[in-house]
C-alpha cells in the first residue's frame, strides 16, 4: 500500500477540534468570570428598589390596596405574599414613621430612606404599569362603585350597542373598568356610535353614580362659589374611568375662570374620595435580611473565582483531548483502508457501538458489497459473452461453409441461420430491457386491465407451443380482478414465467396459470409439475444468467436473462415476485400486484 500524504498539523482533525474546544471553553469561562467579577459587582451595589421591575409592581399592588380600602387593616397578607414572591423586604409606614406592616423580622432597621410614598388620589400607577402618573388611580372608585344588578343592568346596554355597531361595520370592543360600569370602545378610545346605534340610556348615570355625581356636584358649587352649577348628563364623564372632560366642555364660562374650575374638579373628587382610600403611606423595599443590598469582591474572592476558572479550563483540555483521540484513532484505520487496492477488499475492526462505530460497519458493509458486485460483474461479462458467442459462431461458421462453395445456401440453411439470428436478437433485447430497468428509464403505459384476459391472452399465445410438447396448459381466474398495470409489460412478465414453466416441464406435466384477490392485493400465479429447484438454488433464480444446471444449452435452458426480466417489471409496478419449489414436484412462481379499482362504466 502506497502511504497518503501527511496531513499538516494546522489541518488535522484533532488538532482542530482541540484549538476549536479550548477557544469555546476559554471564551466562556472567560466571560463568565468577567460577568462575576465586574457586572454582578456593579448590578448588586445598586439599589434594587430603584431599578427592578418588582418593586414597581409591589407599589401597583399596594396602590390597588390602598385605593379599594379605607384603611391599612388586612394588608399585612398581602404584603407577605408579595415579599415572598419577589424576595424583597416590604414596610409600610406612616407619614409619622408608625410601621403599618413589615415582612423582615421584628427590630429589623428600615432603609435609610422609602422608595415611594403609596396615595392613590395622587398617583396613579394603574393606568400606565411600570409608571408613576401624576392624577388619582383609576382604581379608587368610591361611591361609584356599582352593585351586581346595575353592572348588569349597564352590561346588557352595553352589549346591545356593541352588537348594533358591530353590525354596521365599526370595529368595536367592551371593557369594565374598576367602578364596575361597562364601556364600549375601538382600541383605546370611544368609538364614534352610527346614529342607528344611539340609545341614550346607556350613558344616563345609574342610581349609584348619579347619587355620587350630586354629591360632587354640591362639593362643585362649595368651591366654585355660586349654585345653578348642574352638570346634567355630561357628568357621567366625571365617573372614574370613563374619561377626563375637558373645562371647556363642562363650564362654558370665560378663560380666567377656567382655571379654577378646573382646580375645583381636582380638589372635589380627591374630597369626595378620600374617605374610601387608605390613608397616605410611605413604602420601604429592602433585602429580607436588612442589609444593604451592595457588596464588594474582596482579593482573596476573585482569586477563587480566577482558580476555578483555570480548572474548569484544564479539565475542559484534557477531556477535548482524550475524546478526539478516540474519535480520529478510527477514523485513520478507515482511511487507510479506504486507500488499500480495490481488490484487496480491506477491512476495518468495529470497536465502538457509537457513530464512529456505525461508520466502520457501513464501511465494511460496502466493501463487502463491492466484493459481491465484482464477482457479479465478472461473472456477467463472461456470461454475455458466452451467450453470444454460441450463435455468432454458428452464424460464421454456417456463411465460411457457404462461402467456401461445400453447402448450398438452401431454405433450410437460410432458416437456421435466422433462428440464430432471432436468439441473438432476443439475447440483445433483454439486456435492453434490463439495462433501461436498471437505469429507471423503463416506460411502463399504466391502464385498468383485467386480471382474467390478461391471463388468457397469455395462454393462448403459448398454447400451440404447449400442445407441441404434449403438456397441458390450463387457466383458472376469479372474475372482477382488475390490474392498474401496462398489458404489453405485463404479458411480458407473465410469458416468461409460463415460457420458463414449459421449458422445465416433461411431456404429459401440467401448467396452471391462476389469478385471484388476496385483500388489497391480485396474485398472479404460474405452476408447473416439472423437476423443480434446490432449496439452496431458490435465492438466485432471479439473477442473471443464472441456471440450475450449468451443463444445460441455451435451447433448453433460455438465456437465463427472463426471470430477472419478469421481477424488474413486477417491481417496476409496485409488487413483488416469489418462487417457491419442492424437488420432483414442480416449481410455483407468483406475482403479488396491487389491486386496482374497477373502472367506471360498462366493460366488454
Known amino acids: 500500500m502506497t502511504p497518503g500524504p501527511r496531513i499538516p498539523w494546522r489541518k488535522s482533525l484533532l488538532v482542530r477540534l482541540l484549538l476549536t474546544t479550548v477557544t469555546i471553553a476559554a471564551l466562556s469561562v472567560g466571560a463568565t468570570a468577567w460577568l462575576a467579577v465586574e457586572t454582578t459587582t456593579r448590578a448588586i451595589q445598586e439599589e434594587r428598589g430603584q431599578v427592578l421591575s418588582d418593586d414597581t409592581d409591589i407599589l401597583r399592588q399596594l396602590s390597588g390596596f390602598a385605593a379599594t380600602h379605607a384603611d391599612w387593616n388586612g394588608v399585612r397578607t398581602s404584603v407577605r405574599t408579595l415579599s415572598r414572591t419577589t424576595g424583597r423586604r416590604i414596610a409600610l409606614t406612616t407619614e409619622t414613621g408608625y410601621i403599618i406592616v413589615d415582612s423582615a423580622a421584628p427590630g429589623t432597621a428600615l432603609p435609610a ?11 396613579d400607577t394603574y393606568t400606565e404599569p411600570g409608571a408613576q402618573l401624576p392624577g388619582i388611580d383609576p382604581r379608587a372608585v368610591g361611591p361609584y362603585l356599582l352593585p351586581a344588578a346595575e353592572r348588569t343592568q349597564v352590561k346588557t346596554l352595553a352589549d346591545k350597542r356593541l352588537a348594533c355597531m358591530r353590525r354596521y361595520g365599526t370595529d368595536v370592543s367592551s371593557r369594565q373598568i374598576p367602578s364596575g360600569r361597562t364601556l364600549v370602545t375601538a382600541g383605546d378610545a370611544p368609538s364614534a356610535v352610527p346614529p342607528q346605534c344611539v340609545d341614550d340610556a346607556f350613558n344616563v348615570p345609574t342610581r349609584t353614580e348619579q347619587k355620587a355625581l350630586d354629591e360632587l356636584d354640591t362639593l362643585l358649587t362649595s368651591c366654585l362659589g355660586h349654585t345653578a352649577v348642574r352638570l346634567g348628563g355630561m357628568l357621567i364623564e366625571m365617573v372614574p374611568g370613563v374619561g377626563n372632560p375637558t373645562v371647556d366642555e363642562t363650564f362654558p364660562v370665560a378663560a380666567d375662570a377656567r382655571q379654577k374650575a378646573k382646580s375645583c374638579i381636582d380638589s372635589a373628587r380627591r374630597t369626595q374620595l378620600d374617605p374610601y382610600v387608605a390613608p397616605r403611606a410611605k413604602l420601604y423595599l429592602g433585602n429580607p435580611s436588612g442589609q444593604p443590598a451592595g457588596f464588594d469582591l474582596s482579593r482573596a474572592n476573585k482569586a477563587k473565582i480566577i482558580g476555578v476558572t483555570a480548572l474548569v479550563l484544564a479539565v475542559t483540555i484534557a477531556m477535548t483531548t482524550v475524546v478526539a483521540i478516540r474519535l480520529v484513532r478510527p477514523l485513520r484505520a478507515l482511511t487507510a483502508a479506504a486507500r488499500q487496492p480495490p481488490q484487496e477488499h480491506a477491512r476495518v475492526a468495529v470497536t465502538t457501538k457509537d457513530e464512529t462505530g456505525y461508520l466502520a460497519a457501513a464501511f465494511n458493509d460496502l466493501t463487502a458489497r463491492r466484493e459481491e458486485l465484482e464477482a457479479q460483474r465478472k461473472a456477467m ?61 423503463l416506460k411502463l403505459h399504466r391502464e385498468p386491465v383485467r386480471a382474467d384476459e390478461l391471463v388468457a391472452q397469455v395462454v393462448s399465445a403459448h398454447s400451440a407451443r404447449a400442445e407441441s410438447s404434449g403438456i397441458r396448459l390450463h387457466a383458472h381466474t376469479e372474475p372482477g380482478i382488475w390490474l392498474d398495470a401496462d398489458p404489453v409489460r405485463m404479458r411480458q412478465a407473465l410469458g416468461n414465467l409460463i415460457s420458463n414453466a414449459l421449458r422445465h416441464t416433461p411431456a404429459d406435466g401440467t401448467v396452471t396459470v391462476t389469478a385471484w384477490p388476496a385483500d388489497d392485493l391480485a396474485v398472479l400465479s404460474v405452476e408447473d409439475t416439472g423437476s423443480g429447484i434446490a432449496p439452496e438454488d431458490l435465492t438466485h433464480v432471479f439473477e442473471r444468467f443464472w441456471r440450475a444446471e450449468k451443463s444445460r444449452s441455451r435451447h433448453t435452458g433460455g438465456s437465463g436473462l427472463g426471470l430477472s426480466i419478469v421481477r424488474q417489471l413486477v417491481e417496476g409496478h409496485g409488487g413483488t415476485v416469489t418462487a417457491d419449489s419442492r424437488p420432483g414436484n414442480g416449481a410455483v412462481f407468483t406475482i403479488w400486484l396491487p389491486h386496482a379499482q374497477q373502472p367506471d362504466g360498462p366493460t366488454e
Open 113 to 123: 430612606r422609602a422608595s415611594a410614598a403609596v396615595e392613590p388620589l395622587t398617583t
Open 381 to 441: 461479462v463472461s456470461d454475455i459473452a458466452h451467450e453470444l458467442r454460441t450463435p455468432l459462431t454458428n452464424i460464421r461458421g454456417w456463411l465460411e461453409v457457404t462461402r467456401d462453395g461445400l453447402l448450398d445456401l438452401d431454405p433450410n440453411l437460410i432458416a437456421s441461420l435466422h433462428d440464430e439470428a432471432l436468439l441473438l436478437q432476443h439475447i440483445i433485447d433483454d439486456l435492453r430491457d434490463l439495462a433501461a430497468a436498471d437505469a429507471g428509464t
